[in-house]
């Protein structure tokens, strides 16, 4: 089989990072002959192999936001921390950090997802 295999030649419906390993394998067994064994790969294994087979460099997985995830936690730890130390009795400032802390929480995760 000499024809070359592109990424564009597979024909696929998502990236393949977002593909499940059993979805993985069966692109693996049915279009790229190159690569043996597929069947008993991870799904980490199987992306690396068919990323060197069509010539795609893997990048590193460092989140472009994980600066300001990072400083999100930093907050919601200090805020915790000051959580504690009011008093049991003084419900309406404890409710307001719980709620500043969860608006924090809500902005990491979307933070996460959109990288």
């Known amino acids: 089989m ?3 295999i592109t990424l564009e030649s597979l024909e696929l419906k998502k990236p393949l990072e977002k593909m499940t390993a059993k979805e993985l394998r069966q692109l693996a067994m049915e279009k790229i002959p190159q690569i043996v064994g597929a069947s008993g790969m991870q799904k980490e294994e199987l992306l690396s192999k068919i990323k060197e087979v ?5 990048q590193g997985a460092v ?3 994980k600066e300001q995830i ?3 936690k930093r ?8 959580k504690l130390e009011i008093p049991r009795k003084n419900r309406k400032e404890r409710d307001k950090i719980r709620k ?5 929480r809500r902005k990491t995760r979307i933070l996460a997802s959109a990288s």
């Open 2 to 4: 000499s024809e070359e």
């Open 54 to 58: 069509l010539g795609i460099e893997e």
């Open 100 to 104: 500043q802390i969860k608006k924090l």
């Open 70 to 72: 990072s400083e999100l």
């Open 63 to 65: 989140s472009p936001y």
């Open 75 to 82: 907050e919601i730890k200090r805020l915790r921390q000051a």
